[in-house]
């Protein structure tokens, strides 16, 4: 299911106009996501990492990376989320440094076999 034809584009702004009503285009009931302060100051740290890592080539995968791994994380989760929000707060101004060409990592050796 889904808005489908020449109303598709009206739905849509329908949805951001009226989170939570029913378009009169379609069968689908529309909601707006709320997100926790916590969830909100993670999506915003995520932007300016995007923003910081423009003009430095290599960055943005790294980062996309980063962020993909650590979204499995439960929301309950919040003592975990807040450290890696201080640490990636803490990256985020290494990066913004003009002198930053590399952000290093710390990677768990290969078990033996």
């Not at 808005?3 to 951001?16: H, N, T």
């Not at 707006?32 to 990492?49: A, C, E, G």
């Not at 995968?61 to 640490?87: A, C, G, W």
Request: glycine content about 6%; hydrophobic content about 35%; aromatic content about 12%.
């Amino acid at each position: 299911m889904g808005c489908y034809g020449e109303a598709a584009s009206f739905s849509i702004l329908w949805s951001v106009l009226f989170p939570g009503h029913l378009c009169c285009w379609c069968p689908v009931f529309h909601t707006m996501v709320r997100h926790s302060k916590l969830q909100k100051q993670v999506l915003s740290l995520y932007r300016q990492f995007l923003r910081a890592g423009q003009d430095k080539p290599g960055f943005l995968p790294r980062i996309q990376d980063e962020f993909r791994e650590n979204s499995h994380i439960k929301k309950t989760d919040v003592m975990h989320i807040e450290y890696l929000y201080r640490r990636g707060q803490r990256q985020l101004d290494q990066l913004k440094d003009v002198n930053t060409k590399q952000l290093g990592t710390f990677s768990k050796p290969k078990a033996e076999r």
